[in-house]
Structure formats: C-alpha cells, structure tokens
Nanobody, 123 residues
Framework: QLQASGGGLVQAGGSLRLSCSAS????????MDWFRQAPGKEREFVAA???????YYADSVKDRFTISRDNAKNTVYLQMNSLKSEDTAVYYC???????????????????WGQGTLVTVSS
C-alpha cells in the first residue's frame, strides 16, 4: 500500500515536498516513481528512482525537482522548487519490482499506485 501526502496550494515560485510511504513490502527492492496528471491530460512521468539509486527526471522538472528515497523509513520524497502554474496536477507515486529502463516513463507499466495528492500552483 502506498500513501502519498504533502500536496497543497502554493504560489508560483514556491516549494512543496511530497512524501509517499509504503507498507507491506520490502521497500528497498522497489523502483519508485512520481507521475502527475493535470485536468484533461494524460498521466505523465515526473521522476523515478530505481532500487540501485539511479535517478531520472522529466525535462520539464529537471533542475527544479528532486526525488529521493529513505529505505529505512519506507518513504520516497519529491522536493519541488520554483513551482510553475503548469506544475498543477494530481501527483501519484508508484512502485514496481521489475521495471526495466524503458518502462520507467510509462505509467501503464507500474503495478502499485498511491491515491494521489493535489498540487495547485497559483500564478
């Protein structure tokens, strides 16, 4: 089970930190991902951290967002800085055991999902 939290309303240029806590699994064995879905749009990749520690970002968030994981706390974080109105979306965390590189960016390839947390950036 994945539980996402930390969303809210923030002004453009501000920061938020999202958290996703996992239970019932050996967290360190899982790749973890953040996706987001804006109203009327498809779910899109934001950031991923593999169990090896390799990290990937969407071009749209690179240099503004930072993904990290704390295996001792079974939690993955998404630090979001310099937020823009186009970052407004519901953010979802996802987990998967055997995701290959090409699947990191495809929401259809992930097995486990959190419930989503809404981020609203006002301009």
């Amino acid at each position: 089970q994945l539980q996402a939290s930390g969303g809210g309303l923030v002004q453009a240029g501000g920061s938020l930190r999202l958290s996703c806590s996992a239970s019932g699994r050996t967290f360190s064995n899982y790749a973890m991902d953040w996706f987001r879905q804006a109203p009327g749009k498809e779910r899109e990749f934001v950031a991923a951290v593999r169990r090896s520690g390799s990290i990937y970002y969407a071009d749209s968030v690179k240099d503004r967002f930072t993904i990290s994981r704390d295996n001792a706390k079974n939690t993955v974080y998404l630090q979001m800085n310099s937020l823009k109105s186009e970052d407004t979306a519901v953010y979802y965390c996802a987990a998967d055991l055997g995701v290959i590189y090409s699947s990191l960016f495809d929401p259809g390839k992930w097995d486990y999902w959190g419930q989503g947390t809404l981020v609203t950036v006002s301009s």
